[in-house]
């Protein structure tokens, strides 16, 4: 589908893929630096990896460093960027010390990992959207994996917590990208993301539409 719509053979919007994530299972270091080179030769345009569990499941660091460096550093030596799920700080701290791109969600960063990615210059990519999806289609995924009630509980709990880490992301100047997560159900909405970055996020409008901007600027290849 992505290289018809490249080609004009089929409208839609362009398509970056990353094929298939890497995670905890994907093998050793080496397996997973291997991985990545196949990856590249099937065509992704960028490597997806879960350095830390679900916010369902807490966050928690899922992929040992030797992991995440292995893949982030093969992806970077060819020519891909690394695209990072991590919800807490230990996960995302060794993701940008391995020289990942961006970090998705990042629901439990602190401080001192804000600061690390202004060092190190990664994109951050909170998502207000997500958890809203999940929870107004809530009877759509109670009971499907760990949507359990204690799942939805721990979402719920994390809408104050994005907001705050958007915040602070914002004062400590992280580079912040629009992203949505988005899933069934949110299709078509995602410019409600803005809408959440100024209601709940206390961004000017315009701040918010820049992060659209610097977007595609970081994504162009």
Not at 113 to 142: I, Q, R, S, W
Request: hydrophobic content about 40%; some cysteine; glycine content about 10%.
């Amino acid at each position: 589908m992505r290289d018809l719509i490249a080609l004009g053979a089929l409208p839609g919007p362009r398509i970056l893929t990353a094929i298939q994530p890497i995670t905890e299972t994907s093998g050793t270091p080496e397996q997973i630096r291997e991985r990545v080179r196949q990856l590249k030769q099937q065509g992704a345009d960028v490597i997806k990896l879960f350095a830390t569990a679900s916010i369902r499941d807490g966050g928690k660091m899922t992929m040992t460093k030797e992991q995440i460096e292995a893949a982030c550093g093969e992806a970077k030596a060819v020519g891909l960027r690394s695209a990072v799920h991590a919800h807490a700080s230990d996960g995302a701290r060794a993701s940008i010390e391995a020289g990942c791109t961006s970090i998705e969600h990042g629901t439990f960063l602190d401080d001192a990992t804000l600061d690390l990615m202004v060092a190190h210059g990664t994109y951050f990519d909170p998502n207000f959207l997500v958890l809203h999806n999940y929870l107004e289609n809530k009877a759509k995924f109670l009971g499907i994996g760990n949507y359990t009630e204690e799942g939805f509980a721990a979402m719920e709990k994390g809408l104050p917590l994005v907001a705050d880490v958007y915040k602070r992301a914002r004062a400590h100047h992280v580079k912040i990208v629009l992203g949505t997560d988005a899933v069934a159900g949110s299709h078509g909405r995602n410019a409600e993301e803005f809408i959440y970055r100024v209601k709940d996020g206390g961004d000017k409008p315009m701040d918010a539409l820049i992060t659209e901007r610097r977007w595609r600027r970081s994504h162009r290849g």
